[in-house]
């Protein structure tokens, strides 16, 4: 019973799923709302769209994962959990979401409407992407793009008037770089050794990156600065609050933004710089970057609301990592994106 139940928590990606689901409540932080019950409702359509998301990813991935030794052990490649309840929890989820947001959430006003009109517009990004992204190059781009409205939506549905901040924009394009990173660079090395086999259409193979007989992994120079140039774009986008809007960033933020973009920047490097595929090892090495990754925006945000939310999201963020992690028997730097 135990097993069925970690794999039904592999399947919804529990460890992770505190971290991801708070996309829409940075949204709301970004234009200052730090009502509690308001930043709940967001945190369970959070949930529960990621939840969403992550299980039609392995629905319509199942095929391709089979050809994975490294994914063995995912629910619907195992067989514990069948096709068919997959799809049903993604249609519960589906209806759940969308009930949640009008029960929450709604006003006759247009920035709910326009809020409304981003998430469904990330939901069939989120189809397209999952069911067809495979297909066609660039399709991270969907993915990336999602992530970067469902973060805007937050935003929306609590701005009952005046218009969105510079900040909030520029929140929306560091997630985006970020999601565009994780998916085409971090993602693509991760599934080079099998992606080929089903004729995949990403920026990874695209570029020349290969895996040879012996595992050995060669990634291009253009590959390299492609992705290094993701983080160099966040690392300066970071600071353009600071520099150019008036926004105040204490000392200790300054200190701890330029620690982690150095820290992402040679995670990044060292694992650019890999020569040979390990499946393991670039998912220990995916998992340190998205744990160094965290607190990034809660930092920012403390500018706008105070320490006690961002820092509330980071703890619960990270105990809710561990708590699961250890109770599934997952490591802590194995997140699996």
């Not at 089979?66 to 067989?79: F, H, I, N, W």
């Not at 660079?185 to 004729?199: P, Q």
Request: some cysteine; proline content about 4%; aromatic content about 16%.
């Amino acid at each position: 019973m135990k097993n069925v139940v970690i794999d039904y928590m592999r399947l919804l990606r529990i460890p992770g799923l505190f971290g991801l689901a708070i996309t829409p409540v940075a949204g709301a932080l970004s234009v200052d709302n730090t009502n509690l019950p308001t930043l709940v409702s967001l945190f369970f359509i959070g949930a529960i769209s990621k939840i969403y998301g992550f299980v039609m990813n392995d629905y319509f991935d199942v095929e391709l994962d089979k050809l994975s030794p490294d994914l063995s052990q995912r629910a619907l490649v195992k067989g514990t959990v069948t096709k068919k309840y997959a799809l049903g929890i993604i249609i519960v989820c589906f209806f759940i979401g969308y009930l949640a947001i009008f029960a929450f959430f709604y006003q006759n006003q247009p920035f709910f409407y326009t809020g409304l009109i981003c998430i469904i517009i990330a939901d069939v990004l989120c189809f397209i992407y999952n069911k067809y992204g495979k297909r066609f190059i660039g399709s991270d781009l969907l993915i990336a793009l999602a992530e970067s409205l469902f973060f805007l939506f937050g935003a929306l549905v609590v701005l009952p008037n005046g218009s969105l901040s510079i900040l909030t924009w520029i929140l929306f394009v560091i997630l985006f770089n970020e999601q565009l990173y994780m998916n085409a660079i971090a993602g693509g090395l991760k599934d080079a050794d099998h992606d080929y086999r089903m004729n995949v259409n990403n920026i990874a193979l695209k570029s020349g990156v290969t895996v040879g007989p012996e595992n050995e992994l060669f990634i291009p120079f253009s590959f390299k600065i492609f992705g290094l140039g993701e983080r160099l774009i966040s690392s300066f986008l970071v600071f353009v609050p600071y520099l150019f809007l008036g926004i105040v960033y204490e000392l200790w933020q300054i200190g701890l933004l330029v620690l982690i973009i150095a820290l992402l920047i040679t995670e990044c490097i060292y694992m650019l710089n890999r020569t040979r595929f390990d499946r393991k090892e670039l998912r220990r090495l995916i998992g340190f970057q998205l744990i160094t990754w965290l607190p990034f925006i809660p930092i920012i945000l403390v500018s706008i609301v105070g320490l006690f939310y961002p820092v509330i999201l980071v703890i619960l963020t990270l105990f809710s990592f561990i708590i699961f992690s250890y109770f599934m028997g997952q490591k802590l730097d194995t997140l699996q994106i």
